[in-house]
Structure formats: C-alpha cells, structure tokens
C-alpha cells in the first residue's frame, strides 16, 4: 500500500496534464450529446459543468493571488458567493433574505472545496 501511494504521489506531483481541464471538456462532450440526443438545444444545462469550472478556476486565482490561508479561503468564499449570486440572479431565485442564506450555505461549500485545491496547488507549487 506504501509503494502504491508513493507511485501515485510521484503521479500527481510531476508535470501532467490538466486532468481536471480534460476531465471538463469530458463532461461538457457529454452533456451535449445528451441534449443532442433529448431534442434540446444544445447549451442547455451547463450551469453544473460551469460550476465546476468556476470552482477550478477560483482555486487557481486564489493561488496566484496570495499564499495565507485565511486570505485564499476569503478569496475563495468572495469568487464563489458572487458567481452563485450571479447565477440566482439571472434565474429569477432570489425571493427573500432566507434566499441569501441559502446561497451563503451552498458558498460555503464551494469556497472549502476551492480553498482545499487552491491550497494543494499552492504546496505543488512550492515544492517544485
């Protein structure tokens, strides 16, 4: 099991492709042949794989940006409550202040997942 999770920690830390970019290209194909297949027009339902997007690309920035934790969470948690209130914005959700809380939860999610890859690309990055 040791020479298993040495392998793939020498997997992960060297130079390789964007898995996670190839992994999203992967979704976004797929989600257009599910729509092409339903008879849908075909950009309907990208608001989950552009979700994801926004996750990565928020981790990335936050990393570019600063190397505190507290400050990579805060940027984190700022990107995210403005893209999903955006998004609520946009789809006609928001009715009261309750609405508000529901974001700030579902926020609050996001900018941990975030905030664990911005902080894991951070370590890559000053290891290297």
């Known amino acids: 099991m040791k020479a298993f999770y040495q392998r793939f920690n020498l997997?992960?830390?060297?130079?390789?492709p964007p898995f996670?970019?190839?992994f999203l290209i992967f979704l976004l194909s797929v989600q257009?042949?599910?729509n092409s297949f339903r008879h849908e027009p075909l950009l309907t339902n990208f608001e989950?794989?552009?979700?994801?997007?926004?996750?990565?690309?928020?981790?990335?920035?936050?990393?570019?940006?600063?190397?505190?934790?507290?400050?990579?969470?805060?940027?984190?948690?700022?990107?995210?409550?403005?893209?999903?209130?955006?998004?609520?914005?946009l789809n006609k959700?928001?009715?009261?202040?309750s609405s508000f809380l529901i974001i700030g939860i579902q926020t609050l999610f996001q900018a941990f997942f975030s905030f664990g890859l911005a902080f894991d690309l951070f370590n890559r990055k000053k290891a290297n």
Request: hydrophobic residues 60%; proline residues 0%; aromatic residues 16%.
């Open 11 to 16: 997997l992960i830390t060297k130079k390789t």
């Open 20 to 22: 996670f970019l190839l």
């Open 32 to 34: 257009l042949v599910v």
């Open 48 to 89: 989950s794989s552009l979700g994801l997007f926004w996750i990565l690309l928020t981790a990335y920035l936050a990393t570019l940006v600063t190397s505190k934790k507290t400050t990579l969470f805060l940027l984190s948690f700022v990107l995210n409550f403005i893209y999903i209130l955006i998004v609520n914005i």
């Open 93 to 97: 959700s928001i009715m009261d202040y």
